[in-house]
C-alpha cells in the first residue's frame, strides 16, 4: 500500500514542506513554502516514487501544461512542474494554495439547495467549455475534483482540480496505452468504461450530470463496487431519478436523461447549456446570453396606475382654460381701442401658448376696476357693442401713443385637449 512519503527539509532546492494535506491513490498534497519569496503552496508528490511509470511522468506533465493553457479563474493554478532529487527522481508539481473545501465534503456535511448547485455547476461550466475549446479533456469530473475556495476580498469561487489524467480530444479512447481505465467509475461515462470507444468533450459532460445528481439527491446515482458499477454502466438501463428522490420531479427526469444518455451525440452540444437547461428544470432563473447575467423581461415597467392617470390630470386642464379665456378677454379689450377701429374676428390658434404683451403701466389716477363680469359678460357681447364700463380716454392714457402699433394674434378660447400619450406595451401581459 502507497503511504506519504517522508519529505526532506527542502524539495528541488527551493521548497519547505509544512504539513500534509490530503493523500490519494495516485500521489500526496502537501503545504510548502517557497524557500525564496515565502509564498505558500501546493506541492503534489507522485507517491510511487522510484520506479514511475513514463506514462505517470507523462501524466504529471499534462497537468502542469493543461492548467497553463486553460488561464481560468476556475480551474487550479500549476506554477511549476520537475523532478526532485531529493526524493529519488519522484515528479511533483506545485500549485496555488487553495482554503476552503471540495464539493464532495461541502454536500456532506450539508445538502446544498437547488439555487446553490446551480451556481456551482454554472462555475464549473465555464472551465469545462473553455478546456474543451482547447482540445482538453478532463475525464475525471467529480465532487473530490471540485473545490469551493474561500477568498479574503470576494465571495468563494470554484476551481477545478486534477488535470492529471487530461486527453487531447484526438488522442482517442478511454483506456491508457497499457489498457487501463482511467476514471472513477461512479462518474464515468459508457465510453470510458469500453477499451473501444472514443473519449469527447460530451464524456464530461455526462460526468457533469452525475455530479448534479449527487449534489441534489445526497448520493451517488451508481453503487456498489467499481466493477459493478461498470456493469451497471455498460448493460443496465438509466432509471429515471424520480424513482428514488421523487422530489426531483419529472422535468429533472427528462434533463437527466438528455446529459447521461448513452449516445454521446444525443447529450447536450456544451456544458454551459446543460447547466442553463437544468436551471430551467429547477425553476430557477436562466442566464442571459451575456456571461453573469440573469434573464429578466425586457421594456419599461409594468405600470398598476394607468387608467388613474388620466383623471389626476383634468383640475390642471380647468385651470388652463379658464387662464386662456380671461387672456381672450385681456387682449380683446386692448384691441378695441379707439384709434385702431373695429377689432377684427378673432382667428382660431394653433396653439394655447402665445406671446405676452409687454407690462402696462398704471395711470397716474386709475378708477377702480369694474368686475370682469360688468365689464364684459361674454365674449359675444362685447363683439356686439363697446363696454359702457370702459372709456375709451382711460385704455388710451393707460398706453402710451408713441408705442406703434402691434397686430396682436386672437387667442382662441377653446382649449386644445392634451397629447394622449401612446399606449405602452405590457411585457407581463402573458402572465396575467
Same mark, same amino acid.
Given at each position: 500500500?502507497?503511504?506519504?512519503?517522508?519529505?526532506?527539509?527542502?524539495?528541488?532546492?527551493?521548497?519547505?514542506?509544512?504539513?500534509?494535506?490530503?493523500?490519494?491513490?495516485?500521489? $500526496?498534497?502537501?503545504?510548502?513554502?517557497?524557500?525564496?519569496?515565502?509564498?505558500?503552496?501546493?506541492?503534489?508528490?507522485?507517491?510511487?516514487?522510484?520506479?514511475?511509470?513514463?506514462?505517470?511522468?507523462?501524466?504529471?506533465?499534462?497537468?502542469?501544461?493543461?492548467?497553463?493553457?486553460?488561464?481560468?479563474?476556475?480551474?487550479?493554478?500549476?506554477?511549476?512542474?520537475?523532478?526532485?532529487?531529493?526524493?529519488?527522481?519522484?515528479?511533483?508539481?506545485?500549485?496555488?494554495?487553495?482554503?476552503?473545501? /471540495?464539493?464532495?465534503?461541502?454536500?456532506?456535511?450539508?445538502?446544498?439547495?437547488?439555487?446553490?448547485?446551480?451556481?456551482?455547476? !454554472?462555475?464549473?461550466?465555464?472551465?469545462?467549455?473553455?478546456?474543451?475549446?482547447?482540445?482538453?479533456?478532463?475525464?475525471?469530473?467529480?465532487?473530490?475534483?471540485?473545490?469551493?475556495?474561500?477568498?479574503?476580498?470576494?465571495?468563494?469561487?470554484?476551481?477545478?482540480?486534477?488535470?492529471?489524467?487530461?486527453?487531447?480530444?484526438?488522442?482517442?479512447?478511454?483506456?491508457?496505452?497499457?489498457?487501463?481505465?482511467?476514471?472513477?467509475? !461512479?462518474?464515468?461515462?459508457?465510453?470510458?468504461?469500453?477499451?473501444?470507444?472514443?473519449?469527447?468533450?460530451?464524456? =464530461?459532460?455526462?460526468?457533469?450530470?452525475?455530479?448534479?445528481?449527487?449534489?441534489?439527491?445526497?448520493?451517488?446515482?451508481?453503487?456498489? =463496487?467499481?466493477?459493478?458499477?461498470?456493469?451497471?454502466?455498460?448493460?443496465?438501463?438509466?432509471?429515471?431519478?424520480?424513482?428514488?428522490?421523487?422530489?426531483?420531479?419529472?422535468?429533472?427526469?427528462?434533463?437527466?436523461?438528455?446529459?447521461?444518455?448513452?449516445?454521446?451525440?444525443?447529450?447536450?452540444?456544451?456544458? $454551459?447549456?446543460?447547466?442553463?437547461?437544468?436551471?430551467?428544470?429547477?425553476?430557477?432563473?436562466?442566464?442571459?446570453?451575456?456571461?453573469?447575467?440573469?434573464?429578466? %423581461?425586457?421594456?419599461?415597467?409594468? #405600470? #398598476?396606475?394607468?387608467? #388613474?392617470?388620466?383623471? !389626476?390630470?383634468?383640475?390642471?386642464?380647468?385651470?388652463?382654460?379658464?387662464?386662456?379665456?380671461?387672456?381672450?378677454?385681456?387682449?380683446?379689450?386692448?384691441?378695441?381701442?379707439?384709434?385702431?377701429?373695429?377689432?377684427?374676428?378673432?382667428?382660431?390658434?394653433?396653439?394655447?401658448?402665445?406671446?405676452?404683451?409687454?407690462?402696462?403701466?398704471?395711470?397716474?389716477?386709475?378708477?377702480?376696476?369694474?368686475?370682469?363680469?360688468?365689464?364684459?359678460?361674454?365674449?359675444? /357681447?362685447?363683439?356686439?357693442?363697446?363696454?359702457? #364700463?370702459?372709456?375709451?380716454?382711460?385704455?388710451?392714457?393707460?398706453? %402710451?401713443?408713441?408705442?406703434?402699433?402691434?397686430?396682436?394674434?386672437?387667442?382662441?378660447?377653446?382649449?386644445?385637449?392634451?397629447?394622449?400619450?401612446?399606449?405602452?406595451?405590457?411585457?407581463?401581459?402573458?402572465?396575467?
Amino acid at each position: 500500500m502507497n503511504t506519504a512519503p517522508k519529505l526532506p527539509a527542502l524539495i528541488a532546492g527551493r521548497y519547505q514542506p509544512v504539513r500534509l494535506i490530503a493523500k490519494g491513490g495516485m500521489g $500526496a498534497v502537501y503545504e510548502v513554502e517557497h524557500a525564496r519569496t515565502g509564498e505558500h503552496l501546493a506541492l503534489k508528490v507522485l507517491l510511487s516514487g522510484v520506479g514511475a511509470s513514463a506514462e505517470d511522468l507523462e501524466r504529471f506533465k499534462r497537468e502542469a501544461r493543461a492548467s497553463a493553457r486553460i488561464k481560468s479563474d476556475h480551474v487550479v493554478r500549476v506554477t511549476d512542474a520537475d523532478v526532485s532529487p531529493e526524493l529519488d527522481g519522484a515528479p511533483f508539481l506545485v500549485m496555488e494554495l487553495l482554503e476552503g473545501m /471540495d464539493l464532495e465534503r461541502k454536500a456532506a456535511a450539508a445538502r446544498p439547495d437547488a439555487a446553490t448547485v446551480v451556481d456551482w455547476l !454554472r462555475q464549473v461550466a465555464v472551465a469545462i467549455d473553455k478546456a474543451h475549446r482547447l482540445g482538453i479533456i478532463h475525464r475525471d469530473l467529480k465532487p473530490e475534483n471540485i473545490f469551493l475556495t474561500t477568498l479574503e476580498d470576494r465571495p468563494p469561487i470554484i476551481k477545478v482540480l486534477d488535470f492529471g489524467i487530461v486527453k487531447l480530444a484526438e488522442e482517442g479512447t478511454g483506456a491508457t496505452g497499457e489498457g487501463h481505465i482511467i476514471g472513477t467509475p !461512479r462518474y464515468m461515462a459508457p465510453e470510458q468504461a469500453s477499451s473501444g470507444a472514443r473519449v469527447t468533450p460530451a464524456t =464530461d459532460r455526462f460526468a457533469l450530470g452525475l455530479v448534479a445528481y449527487r449534489l441534489l439527491a445526497g448520493e451517488s446515482y451508481f453503487r456498489g =463496487d467499481p466493477i459493478n458499477i461498470l456493469a451497471q454502466l455498460l448493460h443496465e438501463p438509466m432509471r429515471a431519478p424520480s424513482e428514488r428522490h421523487p422530489e426531483l420531479g419529472p422535468a429533472f427526469d427528462n434533463w437527466f436523461a438528455r446529459a447521461c444518455h448513452r449516445n454521446p451525440d444525443e447529450r447536450f452540444p456544451s456544458a $454551459a447549456e446543460q447547466v442553463e437547461a437544468l436551471s430551467a428544470a429547477l425553476a430557477m432563473p436562466t442566464m442571459a446570453a451575456t456571461p453573469g447575467a440573469i434573464r429578466r %423581461p425586457s421594456g419599461p415597467a409594468p #405600470t #398598476t396606475d394607468r387608467v #388613474t392617470r388620466a383623471p !389626476r390630470a383634468r383640475p390642471l386642464v380647468g385651470i388652463g382654460v379658464a387662464l386662456v379665456a380671461g387672456g381672450a378677454i385681456a387682449g380683446f379689450l386692448i384691441l378695441r381701442r379707439p384709434d385702431h377701429g373695429e377689432a377684427p374676428e378673432p382667428a382660431a390658434s394653433t396653439s394655447s401658448y402665445e406671446a405676452t404683451p409687454p407690462p402696462i403701466p398704471a395711470p397716474p389716477v386709475a378708477p377702480a376696476p369694474a368686475p370682469a363680469a360688468a365689464v364684459a359678460p361674454s365674449l359675444a /357681447d362685447t363683439r356686439a357693442t363697446p363696454p359702457a #364700463t370702459a372709456p375709451a380716454a382711460d385704455v388710451s392714457r393707460a398706453r %402710451p401713443k408713441a408705442h406703434p402699433k402691434v397686430d396682436r394674434p386672437s387667442v382662441t378660447t377653446a382649449p386644445h385637449a392634451p397629447p394622449k400619450a401612446p399606449a405602452t406595451p405590457d411585457p407581463y401581459a402573458d402572465q396575467k
